[in-house]
């Protein structure tokens, strides 16, 4: 873990982190292969990438009795976990809601339509490991939202899904899941197949494969957005506990070696303590290789003269996640530009917002805060402009149309309004 002291070294930092965003070379030309065959073969070539990749010939659709099945093997205490969850994601985004509006000026109306999108897929990951929580994180907005279909996709290695998951879908009522995976999953929801509607919005987490397949059929259908590897900023004051902000570290760490774990401090004396507790927190990880690699890699504790100078580094890396461990945390708010979710105080820690706060976990990575938000229900949300124009307003408008569309050359704009002033 690189320690940073002056601007020379924090410049060098912040240009590694910038390459850190992994290649699409290679990646991009197998991904348009199967990306292509599935638009021109349909549930085809999602059956033969899914026996190649993950080794089953099942029927691509998963019944809802065999969801139901599989959600009765957990555990009461698990589900119950889950139901906690998804009401508090569920209260937490039905405040996103937003409603259609219109105002009258003189003999001319003019508003906003609110619309939910029609039908919208949710790619789960599946592959590694299951994540129940992403189910409930993708789809609770989407509902909230109004939105009437919502076809999940979710990969199955071996033929077999994880039981947790399927809680999470139960739960949610979904019955239009898939069990396939990687970029044929994205292809099979983008372009549609015999067995897979096509639909018009894709969300959710995946690997480099995934993600490449979303870049690329962003147009034929809208995404949410590209992410990349999970990343933490904790900026800590004198009144911060070593062995929290090393917890906090780990905790992004563990996802993989691209992952991005950084201490902004203004206590020199914390680099020692927190270099210790790691070191003794990792020994007891069962990803700790992956961890501590992950903190050679992109692992960094910058020394600062004042929060606000942390706060001014903070919104130059954009953090995914970004922790204010401070005497007084809610003073830095007015400062800090740029996060994906903003965490205040010693007992605010990053997962509480993975699992159960209620805010959406999808978040911008990789600097991508400075222009994109958490997922929300305003993704799953289309506006239309409204506008009625009477006579009378059409008289006051008229002649400022005609004298622009004349500027810019076009003289059929123009003749639009001329045709109606003969008329009047």
């Not at 589900?79 to 996103?96: G, M, T, Y």
């Not at 830095?332 to 979710?341: H, R, S, V």
């Not at 805060?369 to 239309?384: E, I, M, N, T």
Request: charged share 25%; aromatic share 6%.
């Amino acid at each position: 873990m690189q320690i940073i002291k002056n601007k020379e070294e924090l410049q060098k930092f912040l240009k590694k982190l910038r390459k850190r965003m992994p290649s699409y070379r290679g990646i991009d030309e197998k991904v348009r292969k199967i990306l292509n065959d599935i638009s021109k073969k349909g549930d085809k070539a999602v059956i033969k990438y899914t026996k190649l990749f993950d080794k089953h010939e099942l029927p691509l659709k998963i019944q809802p009795q065999e969801i139901e099945a599989n959600a009765k093997k957990v555990s009461k205490d698990i589900i119950n976990a889950l139901k906690f969850a998804k009401e508090r994601i569920k209260k937490f985004h039905e405040h996103q809601l937003e409603q259609s509006w219109q105002y009258e000026e003189k003999d001319i109306v003019l508003g906003q339509i609110i619309r939910p999108i029609e039908r919208i897929g949710a790619y789960v990951p599946g592959g590694k490991a299951s994540y129940p929580s992403t189910v409930l994180m993708n789809v609770i907005p989407a509902q909230v939202a109004g939105v009437k279909e919502i076809a999940v996709c979710v990969p199955t290695p071996q033929g077999a899904i994880n039981p947790v998951v399927c809680v999470a879908l139960h739960l949610l009522d979904i019955k239009e899941v898939y069990r396939i995976g990687g970029a044929q999953a994205i292809g099979a929801m983008a372009y549609g197949t015999e067995t897979v509607k096509k639909v018009d919005k894709i969300v959710g987490p995946g690997n480099i494969y995934v993600a490449t397949a979303k870049k690329i059929v962003f147009g034929e259908v809208d995404i949410d957005m590209i992410a990349g590897p999970s990343e933490i900023l904790i900026i800590a004051d004198r009144t911060a506990h070593a062995n929290f902000i090393a917890a906090d570290m780990l905790s992004q760490a563990e996802h993989d070696e691209m992952a991005c774990s950084i201490l902004i401090t203004t206590q020199e004396e914390l680099v020692e303590e927190v270099k210790k507790e790691i070191k003794k927190q990792l020994q007891l990880l069962p990803k700790s290789e992956i961890a501590n690699r992950a903190l050679k890699n992109y692992g960094a504790i910058i020394i600062v003269k004042s929060l606000k100078e942390a706060a001014e580094i903070a919104n130059i890396i954009a953090p995914e996640h970004l922790e204010v461990m401070a005497e007084n945390p809610e003073k830095l708010i007015p400062f800090l530009k740029n996060a994906g979710a903003i965490f205040l105080g010693h007992y605010s820690t990053e997962p509480i917002g993975d699992y159960v706060a209620g805010p959406n976990h999808t978040l911008p990575t990789s600097g991508t805060a400075k222009f994109f938000s958490p997922l929300g229900v305003y993704d799953f949300l289309k506006r239309s402009s409204l506008i009625k124009v009477k006579q009378k307003g059409f008289n006051t408008l008229a002649p400022y149309v005609e004298k622009l569309a004349t500027i810019e050359g076009l003289q059929a704009h123009a003749n639009t309004v001329k045709v109606r002033k003969s008329s009047i």
